[in-house]
């Protein structure tokens, strides 16, 4: 986080507004717990003690789509699972993020036909995209920190 | 065959038209569609044919006289045999008794079997899609439904594929 100017002993550190906001948004992302098939068990592992999530605040997985900043879509979605896929992340409330873990959710995977959305960014806008069947824990977790450089770098305060 | 199977297939002769196809240990029993459950009420009350274990169809299209076969296992814990029942139909929506009343668990097997196939089963108390969203067209196990499958997006047809994807409005 750019710290501008330390004022001497004070203890008073200076910076932007955006830059800010952007460490408070990073910092504590809280997941959707939407894990959909195996992926699902590769972000549970993720979250688990040995690749932790909590040193980036993100143990918390809240079932609830008010509450969770971030929804991690593991695992393919079918087209019955679309409209659902849908309704939750409309019902997440601004600033949300996507990461699309795993082959199926970025581009239908090893299922190419009439019952698998071919990646979920048919549904739902993307930011980030994990390959991997299904990506290991680091895999995941360099998805995450990729998204945390990609809102470091956006500028929320600025219109338009 | 196993002998208690064999005296369970030569009762189910006599009694039935049914036509007997055995392959190694397997035994098929070809059964006409009015008879099925008469056929599936013998078997679990006299003979102790107490579990359904799969019930599905195969499509053999484009062979039309029957188009389908509806396949029930059968199994016996007590004595530890296996029975397979086929059931020829034809036509585009073809329908047959449910056997729901005789084994509860086929409810959720003939529903699958109406949205891959298109099979009706008649008297069943809830006949509606199970594995496809509630208002698909069409039943995707039949040989004639398409693949469904995206082509590979290539460096070559980047652009063509790219522009037919369905995307989000927001």
């Not at chain 1, 699972?81 to 959710?105: F, H, N, S």
């Not at chain 2, 290539?154 to 409005?169: D, G, L, Q």
Request: negative net charge; aromatic residues 10%; glycine residues 6%.
């Amino acid at each position: 986080m750019g710290v501008e100017t330390k004022l001497g002993q004070m203890g008073v550190v200076t910076t932007t507004l955006e830059e800010a906001v952007n460490w408070a948004r990073t910092r504590a992302m809280w997941p959707l717990l939407f894990g959909l098939a195996c992926c699902a068990i590769e972000m549970m592992a993720t979250a688990a003690s040995h690749y932790d999530m909590s040193r980036f605040g993100m143990e918390l997985m809240r079932p609830s789509p008010r509450q969770a900043d971030l929804m991690i879509v593991a695992g393919r979605v079918t087209r019955k699972m679309a409209p659902v896929l849908r309704r939750l992340y409309d019902q997440m409330t601004e600033p949300k993020w996507v990461i699309a873990m795993g082959d199926c959710a970025s581009c239908g995977g090893v299922f190419n036909n009439y019952a698998v959305l071919q990646g979920v960014d048919e549904v739902v806008p993307v930011d980030v995209y994990v390959a991997g069947c299904p990506p290991r824990p680091e895999q995941l977790i360099h998805g995450i920190l990729t998204l945390h450089n990609k809102i470091k770098a956006s500028k929320p305060l600025r219109q338009g | 065959m196993d002998q208690y199977l064999d005296l369970v297939v030569n009762d189910l002769r006599e009694r039935f038209q049914v036509e007997v196809e055995t392959f190694r240990d397997e035994v098929s029993v070809f059964v006409p569609p009015e008879q099925i459950v008469e056929v599936c009420q013998t078997l679990r009350d006299e003979y102790n044919f107490d579990f359904l274990a799969d019930l599905t169809a195969v499509d053999y299209w484009p062979q039309q006289e029957p188009r389908f076969h509806v396949v029930y296992q059968l199994y016996s814990y007590l004595h530890n045999v296996s029975l397979r029942l086929r059931v020829p139909v034809k036509g585009e929506t073809p329908s047959l008794p449910t056997v729901e009343g005789v084994y509860p668990n086929a409810n959720w097997y003939e529903r699958e079997v109406w949205d891959m196939f298109g099979i009706h089963f008649e008297g069943h108390s809830d006949m509606r899609r199970i594995l496809m969203p509630f208002d698909w067209v069409g039943h995707p196990l039949r040989k004639d439904y398409p693949l469904g499958y995206e082509e590979p997006q290539y460096t070559f047809n980047f652009h063509e594929i790219e522009r037919k994807k369905p995307r989000p409005r927001a």
